[in-house]
C-alpha cells in the first residue's frame, strides 16, 4: 500500500513568507508526527496528533509554527514569517497508535530553504 | 528529560566486513523502546531494528544485530557483512513505554560510508 507522502518535495521562500507544508499518512495511522531535521543534527520532534488533536504543542519552536489535521488523516505544518534559521527538512511520520510501540513510518520530507 | 547521544560522526567499513555503531542514552524510566533507524540520501527513514528495553534478549534482524546494555545504558548496532546499500545515516532512537505520546528523541547520527 501507500506509504506517507510529503508535498512539495522542496520548498525555497523568501524571508518574511509564509509556507504550508503538506503531509499525508497512511490510511488507518491515527498518530501522526511532524520532526525536524536540521543540517547535522538529528531529528527534533515538533508536534503529534492522536486523531485530529495535537494534546501537546511544547515542541513547537515559536508561536509562527502551527499545524492542523483534519478528518484524522491529512497534516499541514504552516510556518509564517519564515526565518533563515526555519531552514531545515521537515518529516512527517505516521502510526497505528500514539505509542512508542507501534513503529513510526517516515515520508521523504520537505526540504525547506529560506533565503 | 532523556538523551540520546551518538559519538561517532562518521564512520567506515569495507564491504563484507562487520562494523560497529555506539548509542547511549539518558533516562530515568525502567520500561523503554529503543530503536535505529537508517536514511539514506533519499531523506526516507527506515526503521532498522527495535529493542524493548524489558526483554533481556538481543534484538536481531539479519545481518543487523544489537547489544543492548541496560544498565550502561548502551545500545549498540553491529552490521555484518556490510553491502553497499548500508551506506546511510544511522540514528539511534528512544522512546517512552505506552502512554499517549510515543515520539521518538532521536541522536544526532552516524554516517556510515561502505567502501568497496
Known amino acids: 500500500g501507500a506509504g506517507v507522502s510529503q508535498s512539495p518535495s522542496n520548498k525555497v521562500t523568501e524571508k518574511g513568507k509564509d509556507v504550508e507544508l503538506r503531509c499525508d499518512p497512511i490510511s488507518g495511522h491515527t498518530a501522526l508526527y511532524w520532526y525536524r531535521q536540521s543540517l547535522g543534527q538529528g531529528l527534533e520532534f515538533l508536534i503529534y496528533?492522536?486523531?485530529?488533536?495535537?494534546?501537546?504543542k511544547s515542541g513547537l519552536p515559536s508561536d509562527r509554527f502551527s499545524a492542523e489535521r483534519t478528518g484524522g488523516s491529512v497534516s499541514t505544518l504552516t510556518i509564517q514569517r519564515t526565518q533563515q534559521e526555519d531552514s531545515a527538512v521537515y518529516l512527517c511520520?505516521?502510526?497505528?497508535?500514539?505509542?512508542?510501540?507501534?513503529?513510526?513510518?517516515f515520508g521523504p520530507g520537505t526540504r525547506l530553504t529560506v533565503l | 528529560a532523556q538523551t540520546v547521544t551518538q559519538s561517532q560522526p562518521e564512520m567506515s567499513v569495507q564491504e563484507a566486513e562487520t562494523v560497529t555503531l555506539s548509542c547511549t542514552y539518558d533516562?530515568?524510566?525502567?520500561?523503554?523502546?529503543l530503536f535505529w533507524y537508517k536514511q539514506p540520501p533519499s531523506r526516507q527513514m527506515i526503521l532498522v531494528i527495535r529493542?524493548?528495553?524489558?526483554?533481556?534478549q538481543n534484538a536481531t534482524e539479519n545481518r543487523f544485530s544489537v547489544n543492548f546494555q541496560k544498565a550502561a545504558k548502551s545500545f549498540s548496532l553491529k552490521i555484518s557483512d556490510s553491502q553497499l546499500g548500508d551506506a546511510a545515516m544511522y540514528f539511534c532512537a528512544y522512546g517512552a513505554p505506552g502512554g499517549s505520546q510515543g515520539n521518538l528523541i532521536f541522536g544526532k547520527g552516524t554516517k556510515l560510508s561502505v567502501k568497496p
Open positions: 511520520a505516521s502510526s497505528l497508535g500514539a505509542s512508542s510501540y507501534n513503529e513510526q513510518f
Open positions: 529493542q524493548e528495553a524489558y526483554k533481556q
Open positions: 496528533f492522536q486523531g485530529n488533536s495535537a494534546p501537546d
Open positions: 533516562t530515568s524510566e525502567s520500561d523503554y523502546y
